[in-house]
């Protein structure tokens, strides 16, 4: 039973337009929400949080919404740039952080960003 | 500053042979520890945790094991690899909300 799904595995976006990432949850227990970008050979890097007493969390470029009642979160990044292409994992934490459950993730969006 | 070392960055081995991966942690003291597999295709699954010496968990049954012989020391473990342990291995620590990541280790069984 997937918790944490982002249904598009990628998404091509035009250099300078919005990209919107999705991931829905299941899990109501969830209260922090993360989203990750992993280029290829390297580990995930820490992009922006949010939680769940939130809807919204904005740094620079990059804006993460939260719905609770529909169990939604996006990740909207505008302007795109071409750094940004990278695959966006969307993570869920339980109260108190993610201890024995470690963050739940989601499965990846790859992120193409083109000229 | 708290900083992770995961080694190596890539590894190829036969099918059968062992397997150790290391991971250790500066500028923090006494860590979650994870290590996470992402397969290809698939997103990030979370293998073993640890929240102190000796004490590991694990949450999928396979034929990797883990240890913790020190405070920021994790070690992933194999004594007999198959062709399905290839993948891209994370070790990641924690003290709260929010993980930081190694750099990974990419594993192709052959």
């Known amino acids: 039973d997937q918790q944490v799904k982002q249904n598009s595995p990628s998404l091509s976006v035009q250099e300078g337009r919005i990209s919107i990432l999705n991931c829905d949850y299941t899990?109501?227990?969830?209260?922090?929400f993360l989203w990750y970008k992993k280029y290829p050979a390297e580990g995930p890097t820490f992009l922006i949080s949010?939680?769940?007493?939130?809807d919204k969390n904005e740094d620079g470029r990059f804006t993460v919404f939260l719905n609770k009642s529909a169990k939604h979160l996006s990740l909207h990044i505008v302007p795109s740039q071409p750094g940004d292409s990278a695959v966006y994992f969307c993570?869920?934490?339980?109260?108190?952080?993610?201890?024995?459950?470690?963050?739940?993730f989601g499965k990846g969006t790859h992120l193409i960003i083109q000229p | 500053s708290q900083t992770i070392h995961q080694w190596p960055a890539t590894l190829v081995q036969p099918v059968g042979s062992p397997l150790s991966l290391e991971c250790t942690v500066e500028?923090?003291?006494?860590?979650?520890l994870y290590w996470y597999r992402q397969a290809a295709g698939r997103g990030l699954q979370l293998l073993f945790y640890?929240?102190?010496?000796?004490?590991i968990s694990s949450e999928v049954p396979q034929n990797l094991s883990a240890s913790r012989p020190q405070d920021r020391q994790f070690i992933l473990s194999s004594k007999k690899l198959l062709l399905s342990d290839s993948g891209f291995y994370l070790c990641?620590?924690?003290?709260?909300?929010?993980?930081?990541f190694g750099s990974g280790t990419r594993l192709t069984v052959v």
């Open positions: 993570a869920a934490s339980p109260p108190g952080g993610g201890g024995a459950d470690g963050l739940t």
């Open positions: 990641a620590w924690s003290l709260s909300y929010g993980y930081t």
């Open positions: 640890s929240v102190g010496i000796g004490q």
């Open positions: 500028g923090t003291s006494n860590p979650n």
């Open positions: 899990n109501s227990m969830f209260d922090y």
């Open positions: 949010i939680s769940s007493i939130k």
